[in-house]
């Protein structure tokens, strides 16, 4: 009997901590939000918070995106040619890349990437005292450090994802052409087929909603990371894994609320 | 002829973290233009009142008056208007190690709209020589300095602005006794040109007296003792002779925790 109740108490004590998370997270995204529109505004700050996450997370985006793409058009021909549809590859392709992987290995990988970077830049700021040294020089932390890599990461993980359909698609017609011997006019006819507006929009939104969450984990673990070097080795972890699961959870609710019939 | 009012007037001001009590009830009151000085071991709750005093800590209960009015209960924007008075020199420095010296120094002027960055520049650099820094410094970040000089990078951000209430959390810590008797004296050199009312927290008794004209002890999250400096040891209080002499032996029982 005792160890049940244990055992209810310690589920209890962690649902009760996963909504308290859950509270603070939103609390501190609505103060963020609330500093978005209200001055002083920092333009050199988000341009080069624009130029940090976005530019140099091109080369590993572009890896990312036309790997995937590559193996993408080699999986589904394999499966394909089972049924004789070997025709349907590109169309797979592009719509794969698109709807799904693009916004979601670009989330992933900048996730890693720049959610760990947020995370372990402030969470410094915070042991070494310099965010309480924003507030005594008048400045507010939030509108300061918060605000500029969340609307550059809003803006920029879209513009990423577009250079990772691309270069996805053209991964798979890579290999559609040079290995599967496709005639290219023929495949880019089949990539454009049936590609609609509606598929490239949904992943543009998802990538927007995705690298919102990416600076929003890191910039709320960072910010209020503890405990010298280890509480931000651990607010690193907990971005990079919490951001991980929200872009996987967010990525079915945005799919049903565009695809859902 | 009435007394002056203090800078600063503390009454009852609690915090407790979890179960431990770190300020209890604690009341204060700091003269204003004079070196001011809080002593206490560790864990007594001398930056927790500081933090407090800057706001960065909410207290549980109490008032901090600072010129007469209660911070505590101010509107956020009159708060940033009581912040911009004040400079803050922190205990490791907490200087911006991704801008420039120079930015640094001039951080709460263009923050504070008081310059334009073409204008900061060359008063950063003349704020760096009063603190005995030559232009070679400007340019360069806070990780490419000694601790010495992180030290008179900060005190030059926390003058900067010309407060009238400088804060000064340990500042001769992690600096050897030249280096940190030089920080003293260029302290004590500011605040007088300022004009300011300086107020330090430290164990290091040798600073205490030489920025302080005045000491409070805290123990326990309480002003224990309050007087002049040149009476610290002499005070009559059994808690502040063991403090100042660093006797192992006495009222004062450190917690050890197995």
């Known amino acids: 009997m005792n160890a049940l109740r244990d055992l209810l108490a310690a589920i209890g004590r962690g649902v009760l901590g996963l909504v308290s998370a859950a509270g603070s997270v939103a609390l501190f995204a609505a103060v963020a939000l609330s500093h978005v529109v209200r001055p002083p505004f920092y333009p050199r700050l988000l341009a080069r918070q624009m130029m940090e ?69 402030l969470g410094t700021m915070r042991v070494t005292d310099q965010i309480d040294a924003l507030t005594t020089l008048s400045t507010n932390p939030i509108k300061y450090l918060v605000v500029p890599r969340l609307v550059a990461a809003t803006i920029v993980l879209p513009l990423l994802v577009i250079v990772a359909d691309i270069l996805g698609v053209l991964g798979g017609f890579i290999v559609g052409v040079a290995k599967l011997e496709f005639n290219p006019a023929t495949y880019m006819q089949r990539t454009w087929q049936f590609l609609e507006v509606q598929d490239v929009v949904s992943g543009l939104v998802k990538a927007a909603v995705f690298g919102f969450i990416i600076a929003l984990m890191g910039c709320y673990q960072g910010y209020h990371s503890r405990g010298g070097a280890q509480g931000v080795g651990a607010a690193t972890t907990n971005a990079v894994v919490s951001a991980s699961i929200l872009i996987l959870t967010f990525n079915y609710v945005i799919t049903e609320l565009f695809f859902a019939r | 002829m009435t007394e002056a009012p203090p800078k600063i007037r503390i009454r009852g ?14 009341d204060l009151d700091v003269p204003a233009g004079r070196g001011f000085v809080v002593i206490g071991g560790s864990g007594s709750g001398k930056s927790v009142l ?13 008032t901090i008056e600072i010129d007469g009015r209660n911070v ?56 760096l020589a009063q603190v005995g820094l030559g232009p070679d410094v400007a340019d360069l970040y806070p990780s490419e300095l000694s601790g010495g ?110």
């Open chain 1, 53 to 121: 996450i976005g530019y140099f997370s091109l080369p590993v985006v572009a890896l990312t995106a036309i790997f995937s793409g590559m193996v993408l058009a080699l999986q589904s021909y394999t499966g394909f040619a089972r049924f004789s549809a070997e025709g349907s590859v590109a169309t797979v392709v592009v719509l794969s890349i698109t709807r799904e992987l693009g916004p979601v290995l670009a989330g992933l990988m900048v996730a890693g990437r720049i959610g760990a970077a947020i995370a372990a830049e």
């Open chain 2, 13 to 26: 001001l609690s915090k407790t973290f979890g179960t431990k009590i770190v300020l209890d009830s604690l």
């Open chain 2, 50 to 62: 500081i933090k407090c005093i800057l706001g960065l800590i909410e207290p549980d209960a109490g």
């Open chain 2, 72 to 127: 505590l209960s101010m509107h956020r924007s009159e708060r940033e208007a009581v912040n911009r008075r004040i400079g803050m020199l922190f205990q490791q420095g907490a200087l911006f190690d991704s801008l420039p010296v120079w930015e640094n120094v001039a951080f709460g002027l263009l923050a504070r709209r008081m310059m334009r960055r073409a204008e900061a520049k060359p008063r950063a650099i003349e704020i």
């Open chain 2, 149 to 258: 000089m992180q030290k008179r990078v900060a005190l030059a951000r926390a003058i900067a602005a010309q407060p009238d209430l400088i804060f000064f959390d340990e500042p001769t810590t992690g600096l050897d006794p030249i280096m940190g008797a030089i920080i003293d004296a260029l302290i004590v050199e500011q605040v007088e040109r300022l004009g300011a009312t300086a107020f330090s927290i430290t164990h290091d008794m040798a600073s205490a007296q030489r920025i302080g004209n005045e000491i409070a002890m805290i123990h326990k999250g309480k002003i224990i003792w309050q007087g002049p400096a040149e009476r610290i040891y002499d005070s009559g209080n059994p808690y502040v002779d063991q403090f100042v002499r660093g006797r192992s032996t006495g009222p004062i029982t450190m917690e050890v925790r197995g």
